[in-house]
């Protein structure tokens, strides 16, 4: 089992930047890939960024390649989400997730935390 705790969300003003952190705790943290993923009111859970392990590869969704930023500590079992440039369609809640495999499908994570809602205002 592997719990998951996302912190860092909030309300900001379109241009600024908000960094996001989940910290785990669990199973062996370093050999899971860990995602990012958001969902706004109305829509699907969409992803957002993975890292792998050991912290490279990454990989991100289109719209926010440049703008965000996946990395992790292992030494803290924590993985963060920078995110720059925040436009009010960044706005959602956004999910840590972890998984076995290297996979963009919400379908593929295993362990899910509660969230972290991130309002970007206009």
């Known amino acids: 089992q592997v719990q998951l705790v996302e912190s860092g969300g909030g309300l900001v003003q379109a241009g600024g930047s908000l960094r996001l952190s989940c910290v785990a705790s669990?199973?062996?943290?370093?050999?899971?890939?860990m995602g990012w993923f958001r969902q706004s009111p109305g829509k699907e859970r969409e992803f957002v960024a993975i890292?792998?392990?050991?912290?490279?590869?990454?990989y991100y969704t289109d719209s926010v390649r440049g703008r965000f930023t996946i990395s992790r500590d292992n030494a803290k079992n924590t993985v963060y989400l920078q995110m720059n440039a925040l436009k009010p369609e960044d706005t959602g809640k956004y999910y840590c997730?972890?998984?076995?495999?290297?996979?963009?499908?919400?379908?593929?994570?295993?362990?899910w935390g509660q969230g972290t809602q991130v309002t970007v205002s206009s």
């Open positions: 669990g199973r062996a943290f370093t050999n899971l890939a």
């Open positions: 997730a972890a998984t076995g495999l290297w996979s963009v499908y919400r379908s593929d994570y295993d362990y």
């Open positions: 890292i792998s392990g050991s912290g490279d590869p990454t």
